[in-house]
């Protein structure tokens, strides 16, 4: 496959130029998974610093991400030693380790909830005063083996730690003094100077925590539009949020300043998009947007479809709906696939109108009107025709407040695929990321492709492959246990045939003008293809096709092969074929006959449709049938490259029924004639099938089969002679339970009055 990506190599010069903890680092986390990974390879490529200084910057990417001890960060750092023991940052990423780990220490203790008060009982002191101290012991344990001389970087954080300890050794005296004179009933315990001490202490490490890399602040929450900026792609949607976030804090501050508005900005919300684009990330961002503003009490987002809100019996769908809706009061009540509350084809007993009438009411009046957000979630054409349906619903979703989230592009699907993997301590190599690459093309045919849940599916599986052939061992590389690599995705892929189908085509018996004309076009596919790598325009490629000919000549067989054919040139994703006929595209009444040859089409999408007897789908102008029709002609324009159509049915009908459309003239023009197969042929075929069941005949039977095949019209083709064959097998049994059983091997041997039995049997049906 070709590279989709190029791979920046890391420079030694950009990694020694990293040369304190307080600026980010010039490579990312898969930058420098990566280059240690080829530096095992070819060691010689870099100096032993500069090796150090990307296990150094491994480590603190590390430590950023889970933002506790890590145990790898240190086996890193330990490594690095081994290049380049006196690397200044080794040091001052182990200093700030250290601190960090105080700094969580520190948290533990909670002094901000410290305090005493004078009106609390000696007991109830004592027992406050015993247990603060004992947190206090437990800290200096824990931090014992911490000294803060290590190095003389980050004299800063070194300072206020000294003061930190100062200030947790007097209070540490004073409650040892205090509880003691609880102890011998004494008066006189310092709660005033105890608690001034505990509030100095708490605003020191605060001090102490904003020292900190901003990267590595905890105390610092990240706001809504910074959480958004961070998603992988929706640069469209990121640019609306933020002028969506402005316009209401305009608002709010001009409602501060004493202008008020009639008509106060809408907080329901639409969004619109296929599976895995982010739509419920998105309604919980707006809910943490609506909160920090003031428009709402709270950033909680309830999460409900058809299946929570819509009852059985009447009165049901209501209660349901009012139960969720009290629970979403102060946030946000997230409705997803909300167009499903609204069938068309619904019977009395559907209570889903029920559902929208009850939510219309509670947000436009009564005690929950403006106290809640709706947001209403599914995909966009659904979507569009379900507001439409509603108008009561559409009037309360401003026309501004639709947002649609678009698919990811492919380069966005690979980077959602890296920080999954990421996040669960893995990193794809560069071939597997190209192979990667290569299986989002394959899972992304139609619109039920599941954008990043798919992909994320996708890095799970791979994940579970790897886990489940190896284990750990102490003598093996850490790394090695990181890797994603082109075998594990092999899980992934399509069982292939053992015989590949140029070879499945040249096995089967007769169909010369049809293996010559399929190699002609498989020969023509791959040399356009082989162009367009090279940069050279091609001929447009006619895929769809017509297969004419009897019933038995191999169309279906034919078809298959086909199929893989097109997906080994790389034309097809999947491969796939799947069979139709009227009945799976034409309904019984008006409207459903297009929704059913679509849905139809979004299975067959990546592979080929083949429509079996496709002349019965006209019966007239009157007819469902010419829906159908009208559909798969615009479905075809719509998927051109996604999609291979193949006609089938007896050469005259076909040649009508493809006259009678110019929209299906002009789109199949490649035609395949299935000749009747010759008496010799139908007895290769008697031949095969015999074998295939390990029965054997003797030249008696073959002479009357061949006889029969010349004399005789023979309407089914290959088709009555497999039915043959098998009547044959069955009238052998019946012939075998009335004799006497001599040898094994009558099992096994078909005679000529079993063929005669049979031959009036199937020629008689």
């Given at each position: 496959?070709?590279n989709h990506?190029?791979f920046?190599?890391?420079?030694?010069?950009?990694l020694?130029?990293?040369?304190?903890?307080?600026e980010?680092?010039?490579y990312r986390?898969?930058?420098c998974?990566?280059?240690?990974?080829?530096?095992?390879a070819?060691?010689e490529?870099?100096?032993?610093?500069?090796?150090a200084?990307?296990?150094?910057m491994?480590?603190?990417?590390?430590?950023?991400?889970?933002?506790d001890t890590?145990?790898?960060s240190?086996?890193?750092?330990t490594i690095?030693?081994?290049?380049?023991?006196?690397?200044?940052?080794?040091?001052?990423l182990?200093?700030f380790?250290d601190f960090?780990?105080?700094?969580?220490?520190?948290?533990?203790?909670h002094?901000e909830?410290?305090s005493?008060?004078?009106t609390?009982?000696?007991?109830?002191?004592?027992?406050?005063l015993t247990?603060w101290?004992?947190?206090?012991?437990?800290?200096?344990?824990?931090?014992r083996?911490?000294?803060?001389?290590?190095?003389k970087?980050?004299?800063?954080?070194?300072?206020?730690?000294?003061?930190?300890k100062e200030?947790?050794?007097?209070?540490e005296?004073?409650?040892?003094s205090?509880i003691?004179?609880i102890?011998?009933?004494?008066?006189g315990?310092q709660?005033?100077?105890?608690n001034q001490?505990?509030k100095?202490?708490?605003?020191?490490?605060?001090?102490f925590?904003r020292?900190f890399?901003?990267?590595f602040?905890?105390?610092?929450?990240?706001?809504?539009?910074q959480?958004?900026?961070e998603m992988?792609?929706?640069?469209?949607v990121k640019?609306y949020m933020?002028?969506y976030?402005?316009?209401l804090?305009?608002?709010?501050?001009?409602k501060?300043?004493?202008?008020?508005?009639?008509d106060?900005p809408?907080?329901?919300?639409?969004l619109?998009?296929?599976?895995g684009?982010?739509?419920?990330?998105?309604?919980r961002?707006?809910?943490?947007?609506y909160?920090?503003?003031?428009?709402?009490?709270?950033?909680k987002?309830?999460?409900v479809?058809?299946?929570?809100?819509?009852?059985?019996?009447v009165?049901?769908s209501e209660?349901?709906?009012m139960n969720?809706?009290r629970?979403?009061?102060?946030?946000?009540l997230?409705?997803?696939?909300?167009?499903?509350l609204h069938?068309q084809?619904?019977?009395?007993?559907?209570?889903?109108?029920?559902?929208?009438?009850?939510?219309?009411?509670a947000?436009?009046?009564?005690?929950?009107a403006n106290?809640?957000?709706?947001?209403?979630?599914?995909?966009?054409?659904?979507m569009?025709?379900?507001?439409?349906?509603?108008p009561g619903?559409?009037?309360?979703f401003?026309?501004?407040?639709?947002?649609?989230?678009?698919?990811?592009?492919?380069?966005?699907?690979?980077?959602?695929?890296?920080?999954?993997?990421?996040a669960?301590?893995?990193?794809?190599?560069?071939?597997?990321?190209?192979?990667f690459?290569?299986?989002?093309?394959?899972?992304k045919?139609?619109?039920?492709?599941?954008?990043a849940?798919?992909v994320?599916?996708?890095?799970?599986?791979?994940?579970?492959?790897?886990?489940?052939?190896i284990?750990?061992?102490?003598e093996?590389?850490?790394?090695?246990h990181?890797?994603i690599?082109?075998?594990?995705?092999?899980?992934?892929?399509?069982e292939?045939?053992e015989?590949a189908?140029?070879?499945?085509?040249?096995?089967l018996?007769?169909?010369?003008?049809?293996?010559?004309e399929?190699?002609?076009?498989?020969?023509?596919?791959?040399v356009?293809?082989?162009?367009k790598?090279q940069g050279?325009?091609t001929v447009?490629?006619?895929l769809?096709?017509v297969?004419?000919?009897h019933?038995?000549?191999?169309?279906t067989t034919?078809a298959?092969i086909?199929?893989?054919?097109l997906?080994?040139?790389?034309?097809l994703?999947?491969g796939?074929f799947?069979l139709?006929?009227?009945?799976d595209?034409?309904?019984?009444y008006?409207?459903?006959?297009?929704?059913k040859?679509?849905?139809?089409i979004?299975?067959a999408?990546?592979?080929?449709?083949?429509?079996d007897?496709?002349y019965?789908?006209?019966?007239?102008?009157n007819d469902?049938?010419?829906?159908?029709?009208?559909?798969?002609?615009?479905?075809?324009?719509?998927h051109?490259e996604?999609?291979?159509?193949i006609l089938?049915?007896?050469?005259?009908?076909?040649?009508?029924?493809?006259?009678?459309?110019?929209?299906?003239?002009?789109r199949?023009?490649?035609?395949?004639?299935?000749?009747?197969y010759?008496?010799?042929?139908?007895?290769?075929?008697s031949?095969?099938?015999?074998?295939?069941?390990?029965?054997?005949?003797d030249?008696?039977?073959?002479?009357?089969?061949?006889?029969?095949?010349?004399e005789e019209?023979?309407s089914?083709?290959?088709?009555?002679?497999?039915n043959?064959v098998?009547e044959?097998?069955q009238?052998?049994?019946?012939?075998?339970?009335k004799?006497l059983?001599t040898?094994?091997?009558?099992?096994?041997?078909?005679i000529?009055?079993d063929?005669k039995q049979?031959?009036q049997q199937v020629?008689?049906?």
């Open positions: 496959m070709t990506l190029i920046s190599t890391v420079k030694e010069e950009t020694l130029d990293w040369t304190s903890i307080n980010q680092p010039p986390e898969i930058d998974l990566r280059a240690i990974d080829q530096i095992r070819e060691p490529q870099l100096s032993d610093r500069a090796i200084a990307l296990h150094v491994l480590a603190y990417h590390r430590l950023l991400r889970h933002q890590d145990p790898l240190s086996k890193l750092l690095a030693k081994t290049y380049d023991e006196a690397f200044p940052m080794i040091q001052s182990n200093q380790k960090y780990q105080i700094l969580q220490y520190l948290l533990v203790l002094v909830t410290w005493i008060r004078e609390d009982f000696d007991q109830a002191k004592l027992k406050k247990e101290r004992a947190a206090i012991e437990l800290f200096h344990d824990e931090t083996h911490i000294s803060i001389y290590q190095v970087n980050d004299q800063e954080l070194s300072n206020i730690y000294q003061t930190i200030q947790l050794l007097d209070l005296e004073m409650f040892t205090s003691q004179r102890e011998n009933k004494k008066t315990i709660t005033q100077e105890i001490k505990i100095k202490l708490a605003d020191i490490i605060q001090q925590d020292t890399p901003a990267l602040n905890q105390s610092e929450q990240q706001s809504p539009l959480k958004l900026e992988v792609g929706l640069h469209q640019s933020k002028q976030y402005h316009y804090k305009y608002q709010q501050d001009r501060a300043l004493g202008f008020q508005m009639i106060e809408g907080l329901h919300m639409i619109t998009g296929n599976p684009t982010g739509k419920t990330t998105i309604a961002l707006l809910a943490e947007i909160h920090e503003l003031g428009l709402l009490e709270n950033n987002v309830v999460e479809n058809r299946s929570h809100l819509v009852g059985s019996f009165g049901q209660e349901n709906t969720y809706i629970e979403a009061v102060g946030g946000v997230f409705i997803d696939e909300a167009y499903s069938r084809d619904s019977s009395g007993n559907d209570y889903g109108q029920a559902v929208i009438d009850t939510l219309v009411s947000m436009t009046s009564g005690e929950y106290k809640f957000a709706v947001i209403l979630a599914g995909y966009p054409e659904e569009r025709q379900f507001l439409w349906s509603n619903l559409r009037s309360r401003p026309e501004q407040n639709l947002i649609h989230l678009p698919d990811f592009k492919v380069k966005e699907l690979l980077e959602i695929a890296e920080i999954t993997a990421l669960n301590d893995y990193f794809f190599t560069e071939t597997a990321l190209n192979s690459y290569g299986l989002i093309e394959r899972a045919v139609d619109d039920t492709f599941g954008n849940r798919t994320r599916d996708l890095v799970m599986k791979a994940i579970f492959k790897k886990g489940a052939s284990s750990v061992d102490e093996d590389d850490w790394i090695d990181m890797h690599e082109s075998k594990d995705l092999s899980v992934m892929e399509d292939k045939d015989t189908p140029m070879e499945q085509l040249d096995g018996i007769g169909l010369a003008n049809i293996k010559e399929v190699k002609k076009l498989s020969s023509f596919v791959s356009q293809q082989t162009r790598e050279y325009p447009p490629i006619q769809h096709a297969f004419s000919g019933p038995g000549t191999g169309k034919v298959k086909y199929s893989k054919l997906k080994e040139c790389g034309l994703k999947r796939h799947v139709a006929s009227r009945s595209l034409v309904a019984g008006v409207g459903q006959t297009a929704i040859t679509k849905n139809k979004r299975e999408l990546g592979g080929v449709l083949f429509i007897e496709a019965s789908l006209f019966r007239g102008e469902f049938g010419k829906e159908a029709i009208d559909t798969l002609v615009d479905e075809m324009t719509k051109n996604n999609l291979v159509v089938a049915g007896y050469k005259q009908e076909m040649e009508r029924f493809i006259d009678s459309n110019p929209g299906l003239s002009s199949f023009k490649k035609y395949f004639d299935f000749k009747d010759t008496a010799e042929e139908l007895l290769s075929i031949s095969f099938h015999i074998a295939r069941y390990q029965y054997h005949v030249d008696s039977v073959t002479s009357y089969l061949l006889e029969r095949f010349t019209d023979i089914g083709n290959a088709r009555f002679v497999v043959l098998e044959a097998i009238f052998q049994a019946m012939r075998l339970q004799e059983e040898n094994k091997d009558a099992y096994n041997h078909l000529t009055d063929f049979a031959w020629k008689g049906a």
